[in-house]
């Protein structure tokens, strides 16, 4: 059984879609970060960097942090969703990476800037908004080429679709990125990623393009 300490973010679907589509049982405890649970005495034995999502492993009493940390395990605790064929799993690694050093912290920064807090800062707004733009191109490029980003679906995908989600606060148009739009609905439709959108049951809608 998996403990899984989450929140409705992307570092945090990322992880309940995984569970998902691997099938592993799981329990889902809500951190909620708006109300600072995340910096809890209890939290900080899980995750010692005070973030969301983190997961206790019952079977090992293993505790991990760092959502791509976390994807790695489950793949290699179920053998599925990285292959292990060489070029492909760094093909893989290569995405991955790609999500956790560049999307995902500076899609955050367009997020947090541009979204919650317009005019604080116009070199912010402009310099992450241009990151975003660029990241965007990079993506649709890849997609261009191959069906998912290491070929076939995997623990890259499932890192990266839900920063894509947020395309509406990212400065982008989807309709300049038919390559991204492609990829994007069919990880949307899949069952496992359906489940694993909103395991805290707020009942959002999955935002399509």
Not at 19 to 36: A, Q, S
Not at 58 to 68: A, F, Q, R, Y
Not at 120 to 146: F, I, N, P
Request: aromatic fraction near 12%.
């Amino acid at each position: 059984m998996i403990d899984l300490y989450t929140w409705m973010t992307p570092n945090g679907q990322k992880v309940s879609i995984m569970l998902e589509e691997v099938g592993l049982p799981y329990r889902v405890h809500p951190i909620d970060i708006t109300k600072d649970h995340q910096f809890g005495p209890a939290f900080l034995k899980i995750s010692p960097n005070n973030k969301i999502p983190a997961i206790v492993d019952t079977d090992n009493d293993l505790h991990l942090m760092e959502s791509g940390a976390i994807l790695m395990y489950l793949a290699e605790k179920t053998g599925k969703l990285w292959p292990q064929d060489f070029p492909t799993k760094w093909r893989v690694a290569e995405w991955l990476m790609w999500q956790m050093g560049g999307a995902g912290p500076f899609l955050g920064q367009v997020h947090h800037f541009v979204k919650f807090n317009p005019g604080k800062s116009s070199y912010a707004e402009e310099r992450y908004s241009k990151e975003a733009q660029r990241l965007w191109r990079v993506l649709d490029t890849r997609l261009g080429e191959v069906e998912y980003v290491a070929g076939d679906y995997s623990v890259a995908d499932i890192a990266i679709w839900p920063w894509i989600s947020r395309f509406e606060w990212q400065t982008v148009n989807f309709n300049e990125h038919s390559n991204i739009k492609r990829w994007y609905v069919a990880i949307a439709e899949r069952p496992a990623v359906q489940r694993g959108w909103d395991v805290l049951e707020e009942g959002r809608p999955m935002p399509m393009p």
